[in-house]
Structure formats: C-alpha cells, structure tokens
C-alpha cells in the first residue's frame, strides 16, 4: 500500500478512536485498560518521528498535499476532516462533526465553526491565485451549527488588492443550504519574500 493511503486508513482509524472515546460510557477499568494498549502503539509510532521544520515525507508542499491538516488532512485525528472542491472560483466543502466537536450540547463548538471557515476562505485565496496568510477573521454566529449533520460550507474571494485578500465563507446544513448558520468574512496578506524566509525558511531549505 502506497504511504498517503497507510497515513489516511491510521488516520481513519484514530478518527473513530476519538469519535468512540468521546462517546463512550464503558466502565473505568476498560478506559484504563484502552489507555495502557494505545500508549503502547503510540511508542512504536513514535520510534522514527520528524520535528516542526521538516515537512512530512507524503506531504507535497507546492501540490497543495498537507495529510496532517487539521481541517482537510486524511491522516489528521482531529480533523472532521472537511472536504474541500473548487468550483468556478467557489469553496465548497463538505463535513460531518463528531460529538468531539462539541460545544453547547448537540451544537458544534464555536471554535471549531471558525477553524473550518478559516481554512475553506484559505482555499477560496488561494485558488484565486493570490495566496497569503490569514491576517483577520470576522465571525457571524447567526444559528448554533448541528453535530452529526452532514454540513455545506462555501467561500469565495471578494477583493484583492495588492497583497490584501478579503473572502467570505458561510456554515449551513446540506439539507437548508440557503440557511445560513455561520458566517465569515476573512482578510488574507500575501508574503514579501523576506517573511516567506522567515517564516518557513528552514522548511523550504529541507
Ligand atoms: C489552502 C491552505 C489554506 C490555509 C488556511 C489557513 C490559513 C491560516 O491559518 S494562516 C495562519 C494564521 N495566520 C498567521 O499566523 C499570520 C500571522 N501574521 C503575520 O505573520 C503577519 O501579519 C504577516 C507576516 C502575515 C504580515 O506581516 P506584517 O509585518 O504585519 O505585514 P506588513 O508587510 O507590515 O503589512 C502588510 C499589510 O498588512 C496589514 N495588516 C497586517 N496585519 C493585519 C491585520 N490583522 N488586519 C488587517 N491588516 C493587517 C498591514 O496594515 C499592512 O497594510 P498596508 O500594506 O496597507 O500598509
């Protein structure tokens, strides 16, 4: 097996680990026992590990491959994860939030709503071309976001001017799409050469 599918199947299987310890109501002596057993395979993940300034050896940097992301990564345990298509200059994105996701009972966490909508602006910005780093995000709770709901989001590119980028974004459910739960309006800056050396220097010298 190819190593992107290996790292998305560890990484579909610590999603159900999270769902299933988040939702569990087993008794104590089987939480310390589950606990004892996934240290256990945590250090033999951890026998050959990289630090924060080498890129993954499956991640493709400029093709836009990131398996560890939080929001999109296939190999992430914490991301929903959100599926992400561009069409005609559109984000639209796709996810269903687990009980780990919770904020308010049966409602997403707040949070959780403005990582989702930071990302899906960040791939609206940079399929306009004009990538850059988040520099303001406005958030608009308008309903409470529901677990276990199969979610629409959007996102699309307002202005660019120069290295600024706004882009707007909006949480609704697959089933009322028109009903908009979250809104997000989002300011990008485009990187001088300096601070993409300073930034991520070490990485892009690896
Ligand atoms: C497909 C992938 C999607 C990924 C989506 C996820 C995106 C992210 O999560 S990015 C991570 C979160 N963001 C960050 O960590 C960025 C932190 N900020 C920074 O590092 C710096 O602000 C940086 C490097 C972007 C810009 O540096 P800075 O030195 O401020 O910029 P500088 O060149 O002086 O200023 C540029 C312009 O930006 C403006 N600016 C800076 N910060 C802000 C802000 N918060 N709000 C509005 N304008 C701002 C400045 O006023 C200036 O405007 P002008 O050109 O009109 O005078």
């Known amino acids: 097996m190819e190593r992107r599918e290996a790292i998305t199947e560890l990484g579909e299987a610590l999603r159900l680990l999270v769902d299933q310890a988040t939702t569990t ?31 993954a050896s499956a991640d493709d940097l400029l093709g836009g491959v990131r398996m560890y992301n939080p929001v999109t990564g296939g190999g992430s345990a ?68 529901p677990l276990c709901t199969p979610l629409r989001l959007t996102a699309e590119v307002q202005q660019v001017d120069g290295r600024r980028v706004t882009a707007t974004g909006t949480i609704a459910t697959e089933a009322e799409p028109d009903t908009v739960l979250v809104s997000a309006s989002g300011t990008f800056m485009g990187l001088r050469a300096d601070q993409t050396k300073r930034l991520f220097g070490p990485v892009l010298k690896a």
């Open 25 to 55: 109501e087993m008794p104590a002596d089987d939480l310390l026992r589950a606990a004892a057993e996934l240290r256990e395979v945590a250090a033999r993940l951890g026998v050959r590990t990289r630090d924060r300034s080498t890129l």
């Open 78 to 145: 914490l991301a929903p994860p959100l599926h992400i298509e561009v069409v005609a200059g559109v984000a639209i994105g796709r996810c269903t939030l687990g009980l780990a996701f919770e904020g308010p009972p049966r409602f997403a966490h707040g949070g959780v709503s403005a990582m989702l909508l930071d990302q899906i602006l960040g791939h609206a910005v940079v399929a306009s071309g004009n990538p850059g780093m988040t520099v303001r995000l406005d958030m608009v709770y308008r309903a409470p976001v």
